[in-house]
């Protein structure tokens, strides 16, 4: 009898362990549907008589697929060429998702002649709902793009698992690289704050929290089962 009930017991166990793939895999197809509807990044070129032939890109991207309420997320604006050209850029604005407030800090790395590609804080200014910086000229080139990025603190006010896409970006400049993007977008889905994320910060900006991937904080669902399993046979 006493076997009887152990066998019983890993079989309850395997039931529970199958039960648990299954409501993963599920998790998991449901997460990839959302994911292909929400990108974390998007890409356009421009090559028109303006551009006198040589190819603008442009390209922007949030820093997690996953960002907790109350933290912060940083979208950063590339702007560059494929060809020889180079043209100079004077204004870059970046739209925030709707609800957003100003930019908590903000950056541009640009080429310098003599020094090359330097990185500097830069204070955005608010335009058309967007957030724009200007100079008289960031020099860009197939090697040397022009990087804007800014980081926003996320409103309490969004919900978790709501997917958070943000607005386009706006380019002002020389040989064709002017452009209007709406479109040129990036989306994050918000989530719960793990422990130890404060209202600007978030550990999952340094690769930590929620995306592993652990169901908890002791462990993951198949190694606890796998517990339960070898203490039922070994008892």
């Known amino acids: 009898m006493f076997r009887n009930r152990r066998a019983a017991a890993v079989v309850t166990s395997a039931a529970m362990v199958f039960t648990g793939l299954s409501v993963v895999t599920a998790m ?17 070129t421009k090559n028109d008589i303006s551009t006198v032939g040589i190819t603008m890109t442009y ?23 494929t060809g020889i050209g180079n043209p100079y850029v004077n204004t870059i604005t970046d739209y925030p998702p709707a ?10 790395t640009a080429y310098h002649f003599g020094t ?11 335009n058309a709902g967007g957030w724009k910086v200007t100079n008289t000229g960031w020099f860009v080139n197939s090697g040397n793009p022009l990087t804007y990025t800014l980081t926003y603190a996320v409103p309490a006010s969004i919900s978790t698992g709501q997917q958070v896409t943000s607005g386009g970006i706006g380019v002002a400049g020389t040989v064709g690289v002017s452009n209007n993007l709406p479109n040129l977008t990036a989306c994050f889905t918000a989530r719960g704050q793990n422990a130890g994320e404060t209202v600007l910060g978030s550990l999952g900006n340094n690769g930590l929290g929620s ?16 517990d339960t399993i070898k203490k039922l046979i070994g008892s």
């Open 211 to 226: 995306a592993d991937g652990q169901l908890s904080s002791t462990g993951s669902f198949s190694s606890i089962l796998s």
């Open 99 to 108: 609800g957003f407030g100003a930019p908590t800090s903000a950056t541009v």
């Open 28 to 44: 998991e197809t449901a997460t990839a549907s959302a994911d292909a509807a929400c990108s974390q990044t998007s890409h356009a």
């Open 116 to 126: 090359g590609e330097q990185t500097a804080d830069v204070t955005p200014e608010p």
């Open 59 to 81: 390209d922007k991207t949030v820093n997690a697929p996953e960002v907790g309420v109350g933290t912060s997320v940083t979208y950063t604006v590339v702007i560059g060429t």
